[in-house]
């Protein structure tokens, strides 16, 4: 684990990703790093609510963090136990308060999102009236935020075909999650942040998927004031941003970045000249993904 992180990625870990073997467009054979993908079963006490395609790390706090994010999970509720069945691709997270959620079910809706990404009906429920904090945000955090992010070990880097999502405090990355999809990812940072009991009042969220109408909602409810991503936007989730009061920067690469909602958090404390661009190896990532 890297000294930066309380959690990062282990692109060694066994069971996240394999070789396959295959041929290039010259017609020469190349083995390359594959990442793997299993189901999750997701119960709320007796409640099947969803099976999502994971990497299958972190199984408890994805769980956790998706019924948080869909509203499931209050605030206020006292989880009693998370047990995983790792052999049959199962999580049961059980609450004191008996909870039934069939209506909600019926009305959910597939979501942009890769993998399996839903959200109901009712996704701007928890919405109105909410008001982030007015924490600051500094450019030279981000710019730091950014190398020690873009240069740590990562599935990303190693095998492609992931996204992943980082909670920070000020220019310190703190837990770096990894998933086959943004959402997935998002939810075990949501989960850890619930079951460590870690409020997001002085937290920037940090990924490198789109910043869609979901993880804007998504870092909204979890109370934090500030999301960024190396890719772009989408017309509502900029919409979503600048109704919630949440500071907003996409296509972050190098010296280069752009705020489209929430700016008067924003410092501008570092010299874009003397900051250095993405590694080469990274542009090249992001090229052919």
Sequence with gaps: MSEEFLIAPDPAAPGLSREVEGVDHEGARRRIRVVEERPLTIFLNAQEIVTAMTIGDYPRHLAVGYLRNQGMLRPDDEITAVDHDEELGVVVVRTRRATDYEEKLRRKTRTSGCAVGTVFGDMMEGLEGLTL?????????????????????????????????????????????????????????????????????????????????????????????????????????????????????????????????????????????????????????????
């Excluded at 999502?165 to 075990?188: I, S």
């Excluded at 949501?190 to 409020?199: K, N, P, Q, S, Y």
Aim: with cysteine; hydrophobic share 45%.
């Design 133 to 289: 904090p007015p924490a600051e945000l500094r450019a030279s955090w981000l710019y730091a935020l950014a190398r020690k992010i873009n240069t740590a070990p990562s599935l990303y880097l190693e095998a492609g075909a992931i996204h992943g999502t980082v909670l920070c405090r000020q220019d310190q990355p703190l837990v770096y999650m990894e998933d086959v999809g943004r959402h997935n990812a998002v939810d075990k940072i949501a989960g850890w942040m619930t079951l460590e009991g870690e409020g997001g009042a002085d937290k920037i969220l940090y990924t490198t998927g789109r910043l869609t109408s979901e993880m804007v909602i998504k870092t909204a409810l979890m109370g934090i004031p500030a999301l960024a991503s190396r890719s772009g936007f989408t017309a509502w989730g900029v919409e979503i941003a600048r109704q919630v009061g949440l500071t907003l920067i996409g296509r972050m690469r190098g010296r280069r970045f752009v705020c489209l909602s929430g700016e008067e958090r924003l410092i501008f404390d570092a010299d874009p000249a003397a900051v250095a661009d993405e590694p080469e190896a990274l542009r090249r990532k992001g090229a052919r993904e």
